[in-house]
């Protein structure tokens, strides 16, 4: 695995890449992960809660998670860096420049993710790296349900 010093910009620019990396593990999505998240939020939406009349009535034929779980459950899914990043004391989340949910994940599937760099740039606060994470249902690798732009800061 390569390092990288977390202040040297330029050498990080080898990491600004089209491609994405390595898949992450699967991770099931349950009625009983979806129930405990609903409890958690408060977003008891009978299309995330409600087994019989998400068979009946749902578009997809099943209950479906929460577009926010979907998100919350990326740092489970953290793939294999091919790279490290060193000399740093924090990292900051900065927040995001894009979120979308494009499509449904349904309760008893599986997603995974994968990443890649899409900007490393200096500044003031420290060494900012702009990710992009995607989400699939395994087996629908061919479009993500969620598209995320997580901006970091490395001080």
Known sequence: MKKYQYDDVEALQ???????GAWSEPL???QDLVNQFAELTGDHNWIHVD??????????GTTI????????????????????LTGFNSVLNYGS?????????????SVHSR?????????PKGTKMV????????????RPVLIYELIIIYV
């Open 14 to 20: 080898e990491l600004v890449s089209d491609d994405f």
């Open 115 to 123: 990443n890649r760099v899409r900007e490393v740039s200096a500044s």
């Open 131 to 142: 990710l992009e994470q995607h989400i699939h249902v395994v087996g629908q690798d061919e």
């Open 97 to 109: 420049d894009k979120l979308r949910f494009t499509g449904p994940v349904p309760v008893g599937s």
């Open 51 to 60: 087994v019989e009349k998400s068979r009946t009535d749902s578009p997809f």
């Open 65 to 84: 998670a929460h577009g926010f779980l979907t998100l919350v459950l990326m740092p489970k899914m953290r793939g294999k860096a091919a790279y490290e």
């Open 28 to 30: 099931e999505v349950s």
